[in-house]
Nanobody, 124 residues
Framework: QVQLVESGGGLVQAGDSLRLSCAAS????????IGWFRQAPGKERDFVAA????????DYADSVKGRFTASRDNAKNTAYLQMNSLKPEDTGVYFC?????????????????WGQGTQVTVSA
């Protein structure tokens, strides 16, 4: 399995931008679809976005469509989540997750490798 480490979280104001990174170990990163999830206190871990293993497809939750962009650089073993026009409701711990050759998978249980998470806090 691939090991994942997120970075890039922080405290920002509404309307600001952040870019999260998800660095992966190993030589098979290009075979994994990377999903992004977020979890607010007391709530379930919700799907946010995904970048396919082929790097040719992306998928977004309706709540972030048009504001967030998922991408990846397979040569650098890194996936990214660019978050623009942030809102207070985007606050939470953001996780990246991996599943081999999967696609259109939006349940946390569909992914079998997870990073430790990075906190994103958006103030009003």
């Amino acid at each position: 399995q691939v090991q994942l480490v997120e970075s890039g979280g922080g405290l920002v104001q509404a309307g600001d931008s952040l870019r999260l990174s998800c660095a992966a170990s190993g030589r098979t990163f290009f075979t994994y679809t990377i999903g992004w999830f977020r979890q607010a206190p007391g709530k379930e871990r919700d799907f946010v976005a995904a970048s396919s293993w082929s790097a040719t497809n992306t998928d977004y939750a309706d709540s972030v469509k048009g504001r967030f962009t998922a991408s990846r650089d397979n040569a650098k073993n890194t996936a990214y989540l660019q978050m623009n026009s942030l809102k207070p409701e985007d606050t939470g711990v953001y996780f990246c997750a991996a599943v081999k050759y999967g696609w259109r998978l939006r349940r946390a249980s569909d992914y079998n490798s997870w990073g430790q998470g990075t906190q994103v806090t958006v103030s009003a």
